[in-house]
Each structure stands twice: as structure tokens, then as C-alpha cells.
């Protein structure tokens, strides 16, 4: 079992950077596949950046080069660093959690469909406009 809550979302200017949080807990020693999902109004939610248990990292082709997802050491909190922020990036940001594939394999964010994963924070808002 794992519980999740993202924070930091708010309103930036296009080109504005935003660090979205997510902590997490774990009710066994288990580790999971972690990731950053986002579903803007009339949309389908989206895989946006993932870290595997080993830590590589994953990320859909609209955020390359200016989204970075990382963890802090003890891996109990997860961060997404967004920069040059557009306003197609407006969305509702959900961090989630899954369990790995088989070991410690953590299918990329950009093959892996939201439903693969079973813990979903309540999300946060981002949005970029002038």
C-alpha cells in the first residue's frame, strides 16, 4: 500500500519554472515504480516523467530537455522541476506509484498506460498563462 499527496502547483508565466512535490509512504519495504501523470480539461491523462526503482528516468517527448523528475535520497518524496513552461502544459499533475513489472523493471512512462498504475495522489493544479 502506498499514499501519495503533490504539492506546489500554481499559475506561472509562459517560460516560468514550477517544482511540483510529491511525498510518499510505504506500508512495506516494497518499492514501487514512481511517475507524473497530468490530464488537462477534455483531455486523457498523459504520462508526463517516471523513475524506475533503480532511479532511471522516463519522459513523454512534449517535456524532454525542460522536465526533470527526481527523488531525494531516502526516496521518500519525489520532485518534477518543470522549466520553460508552456501554456499546453497546463494541467492537473498527478504523482503515482505502481509496482515494478517483474524485479526492479520499470516500463517507460511513454509505453505505460495511467490504469498500469494503482496509487494516485490526489493531484495538483498548473497552470501557464500570461
Known amino acids: 500500500q502506498v499514499e501519495l499527496a503533490e504539492s506546489g502547483g500554481g499559475s506561472v508565466q509562459p517560460g516560468g519554472s514550477l517544482r511540483l512535490s510529491c511525498v510518499f509512504s510505504?506500508?512495506?519495504?516494497?518499492?514501487?515504480?514512481m511517475g507524473w501523470f497530468r490530464q488537462a480539461p477534455g483531455k486523457e491523462r498523459e504520462g508526463v516523467a517516471g523513475i524506475g526503482v533503480i532511479g532511471v528516468t522516463t519522459y513523454a517527448a512534449s517535456v524532454k530537455g525542460r522536465f526533470t523528475i527526481s527523488q531525494e535520497n531516502e526516496k521518500d518524496i519525489m520532485y518534477l522541476q518543470m522549466n520553460s513552461l508552456k501554456s499546453d502544459d497546463t494541467a492537473v499533475y498527478y504523482c503515482?506509484?505502481?509496482?515494478?513489472?517483474?524485479?526492479?523493471?520499470?516500463?517507460?512512462?511513454?509505453?505505460?498506460?495511467?490504469?498500469?498504475?494503482?496509487?494516485w495522489g490526489q493531484g495538483t493544479q498548473v497552470t501557464v498563462s500570461s
Open positions: 503515482a506509484a505502481r509496482p515494478p513489472v517483474v524485479g526492479t523493471l520499470c516500463p517507460a512512462i511513454t509505453t505505460t498506460r495511467p490504469d498500469d498504475y494503482r496509487y
Open positions: 510505504r506500508r512495506t519495504t516494497n518499492k514501487y515504480c
